[in-house]
């Protein structure tokens, strides 16, 4: 005797549907990095992170998320960079 699987249209999640998703602080908040200093003579592990968070060139710009990923990123390489916060 076989058990049938019963099909759901709910692709959401509960919490999703009832609109009760809370908002974190930093939602909306953006952040301006710049490269300040060359990355020339730097470790490999540096300029990988620079790479990732989109800058190329000194005086080049990225702008965003404010996220703990992205501070995370930021506190490996303090010296290289100046880091604004635009509010929206």
Same mark, same amino acid.
């Given at each position: 005797?076989?058990?049938?699987?019963? &099909?759901?249209?709910?692709?959401?999640?509960?919490?999703?549907?009832?609109?009760?998703?809370?908002?974190?602080?930093?939602?909306? &908040?953006?952040?301006?990095?710049?490269?300040?200093?060359?990355?020339?003579?730097?470790?490999?592990?540096?300029?990988?992170?620079?790479?990732?968070?989109?800058?190329?060139?000194?005086?080049?710009?990225?702008?965003?998320?404010?996220?703990?990923?992205?501070?995370?990123?930021?506190? &490996?390489?303090?010296?290289?960079? &100046?880091?604004?916060?635009?509010?929206?």
């Amino acid at each position: 005797m076989a058990v049938k699987e019963k &099909k759901t249209e709910d692709t959401q999640p509960k919490a999703a549907k009832a609109g009760t998703m809370k908002k974190t602080k930093t939602e909306g &908040k953006r952040l301006r990095i710049e490269l300040v200093r060359s990355v020339i003579g730097r470790t490999r592990y540096q300029r990988e992170v620079i790479k990732g968070l989109g800058l190329r060139k000194i005086n080049s710009f990225a702008v965003r998320k404010d996220s703990p990923e992205t501070w995370g990123m930021i506190k &490996k390489i303090p010296h290289l960079l &100046k880091v604004e916060s635009l509010e929206k």
